[in-house]
């Protein structure tokens, strides 16, 4: 059964690094692709990155270069990695597991998720 699992937030400067892990505990994660996605308050919740098994990323174009998503299926883990990080990328994170191809850039595509750390940037 799969669990995700997320750490890895908290509280950064303007300008500073976070990475985020996304464990699965059900120790399935090799049978599907890893999504990232992210919700402001008052905003809906938003694709910001995915990565396939065989480890092909796509990105919110507007984030690219800033966020890189990463996996290591032996460890049954993603990571995003945030660098130079603003105070709109404030949101609550969330990774998803996307098993039945449905799309990837829609919360409808994915069919598990984590509870989603809170990532706070302040000026």
């Known amino acids: 059964q799969v669990k995700l699992v997320e750490s890895g937030g908290g509280l950064v400067q303007a300008g500073g690094s976070l990475r985020l892990s996304c464990a699965d505990s059900?120790?399935?994660?090799?049978?599907?692709?890893m999504g990232w996605f992210r919700q402001a308050p008052g905003k809906e919740r938003e694709f910001i990155a995915a990565?396939?098994?065989?480890?092909?990323?796509n990105y919110l174009e507007s984030l690219e270069g800033r966020f890189t998503a990463s996996r290591d299926n032996a460890k049954d883990t993603g990571y995003l990695q945030m660098s130079n990080l603003k105070p709109e990328d404030t949101a609550v994170y969330y990774c998803?597991?996307?098993?039945?191809?449905?799309?990837?850039?829609?919360?409808?595509?994915?069919?598990?998720w984590g509870k989603g750390p809170q990532v706070t940037v302040s000026s």
């Open positions: 990565i396939s098994l065989d480890g092909r990323t």
């Open positions: 059900g120790l399935t994660f090799s049978v599907y692709d």
């Open positions: 998803a597991g996307r098993e039945r191809g449905g799309s990837l850039y829609y919360t409808e595509g994915y069919d598990y």
